[in-house]
């Protein structure tokens, strides 16, 4: 379904990411762990050509990319096969929740108006802001505003939808409303790439989980593996850390 090979990305002389070599299935919920500075949210970026990748290729569904040679007709057709999650939302501040998620549907889809927003008021409902639909930004809470973000991306009807850091930007009251919406998309087995600290989460609702640091993925696996027992020392170290129940099976 999506394969990344080889992936390398340098900002100057500062190497973020090094070689990353990663499969995606169709249906597959991946979650990228790492500290702050691992590259995970440079790779997220990477895959959706906001960043461009120095070297190696991206492939979602039939369609390749050489990202050292990619043209703009190869970036352009690699964004239609996927939607994006931001940290801080990204919405129109001037448009309503409605028109937030019309957007991309009439401008980037060309599709009708009337279509466009019909289909987005069923992705708004889905995400359980029907009765929000003329509400501009303004008036959302913090997770009422990620959950348009999520409608948004849904709306695009992408081959993989990708999640970068979610929750981090909500108040911690927030969290468990977004959280249970990215719940209910996993479990219509749509493909997902997130990048969270979010532990319990991983652990609930992924297939696989890969953790990175020093812009290398240093292990990857299923998350009873990945969480019960890692096998990497930085891997134990960096759960020790930030999951202060965690305890590893020997």
Not at 19 to 45: C, F, Q
Not at 124 to 153: F, H
Not at 178 to 195: C, F, S
Request: net charge neutral; charged share 25%.
């Amino acid at each position: 379904m999506i394969k990344l090979s080889r992936i390398s990305k340098s900002f100057g002389k500062n190497q973020v990411l090094k070689d990353i070599t990663l499969s995606v299935e169709k249906g597959e919920v991946v979650v990228i762990l790492g500290p702050s500075g691992s590259g995970k949210t440079t790779l997220l970026r990477c895959l959706n050509y906001l960043e461009r990748p120095n070297d190696g290729t991206i492939a979602i569904g039939d369609y390749t990319v050489d990202c050292k040679h990619a043209g703009k007709k190869d970036i352009h057709q690699l964004r239609q096969k996927s939607a994006m999650v931001f940290q801080h939302y990204n919405l129109f501040k001037h448009k309503t929740a409605l028109e937030n998620v019309m957007e991309g549907l009439v401008i980037v889809q060309k599709l009708p108006k009337e279509e466009a927003r019909k289909r987005s008021v069923e992705v708004l409902e889905k995400v359980g802001l029907g009765a929000k639909l003329d509400a501009y930004p303004s008036q959302l809470s913090g997770g009422q505003q990620q959950r348009v973000g999520i409608a948004r991306a849904l709306a695009l009807n992408p081959e993989v939808i990708l999640f970068d850091e979610p929750t981090s930007a909500l108040d911690p009251e927030l969290v468990g409303e977004v959280l249970d919406v990215i719940r209910k998309i996993a479990n219509e087995g749509i493909t997902m790439i997130v990048v969270t600290h979010e532990m319990s989460f991983a652990r609930e609702v992924s297939n696989h989980v890969v953790f990175m640091d020093g812009g290398v993925i240093v292990e990857e696996g299923k998350p009873n593996e990945l969480f019960g027992a890692p096998k990497e020392e930085r891997t134990k170290q960096f759960l020790k850390r930030i999951t202060s129940d965690w305890v590893y099976n020997i």
